[in-house]
């Protein structure tokens, strides 16, 4: 299946705060709020959401193309993105401006307060997918991006009859009511964290039964609790599968979307995308940054038949390694 991943690019700066966030807000004063955080330790990192996903799919038998705006301090994130299966042809270097970056702080209950820089990101807008890709892709990823190219994005694919997965992340915060729902409207796939959906809800005016009426598949995520996957009358619960530890929470969501292309691409039943998508996720969470996770193919269904009975299904991954 050719994906097309489009979405942020961007470098991660990633904080840790050794204590709670929660203690430190007075709910009567947060019209005055003044804070800062002393933390330990920063690290720096690739990310950006659709770099993520495509470098998680890429671990599987894929080779996704990642679409996005770069500035010119792009080189070595290209080599490190090829090297590990991702098809950066579809990439668009903008020598005059820096690549976005990504600054998360994230507590000792793993909440987590993020800034974005936009950078080269604000300028996808000026890009279409019939300008920059040749084949036609079989999927469209739509992950958080410049919110106006987002809304062009979801339109292209709905005038060239593109199957899309819609995935607004971070970026409800900043689409509009009327944004979110043109997004929305006929997408193959919505994939949204319970937050997100709640915001989505505010919004709109959605309810859940509206958002599925939109979308062939509704897939909310919940953290530690899993996800459940809404698709025409079912409703399916996925279970989480726990990680040995959690050394930073930042890109697991990402992780998980890629796991559960992964299972489309292989027309794998609903409820084995989560899973797969729920594994990827813990690998993520296991380590600090968003595209330090490794595993083989056969290390990955090793330890998905020690947590999950996939029947058989996933034996063409073996094959593909």
Known sequence: METLVTGSIAYDYLMRFPGSFQ??????????????????????????????????????????????????????????????????????????????????????????????????????????????????????????????????LCDECRRLSLRFIYDPGQQVARLNGDELRRGLRDAFMVVVNIYEASVIYEKTGFTLDDLREQAKIVVITESEKGSKIYCEDDIIDVEAFPPTAIADPTGAGDAYRAGFIYGLSKRLPLRLCAQIGALSATYALEVIGTQNHAFTRVEFVERFRSLADDAGQLEPLLAAG
């Open 23 to 152: 203690q430190h807000f007075i709910p009567d004063e947060l019209h005055n709020m003044s804070l800062s955080f002393l933390v330990d330790d920063m690290t720096k990192h690739w990310g950006g959401v659709a770099a993520n996903i495509a470098f998680t799919l890429a671990k599987f038998d894929q080779r996704p193309k990642l679409m996005g705006t770069v500035g010119r301090d792009f080189g070595d994130y290209r080599r490190w993105l090829e090297g590990h299966g991702v098809d950066c042809s579809t990439v668009i270097q903008i020598d005059d401006v820096f690549t976005a970056s990504f600054f998360a702080n994230t507590d000792d209950d793993n909440n987590q307060l993020a800034f974005f820089y936009g950078g080269a990101m604000n300028l996808a807008r000026n890009y279409c997918i019939a300008d920059i890709v040749r084949q036609r892709p079989d999927l469209v990823v739509i992950s958080p991006n410049d919110p106006v190219a987002m809304v062009k």
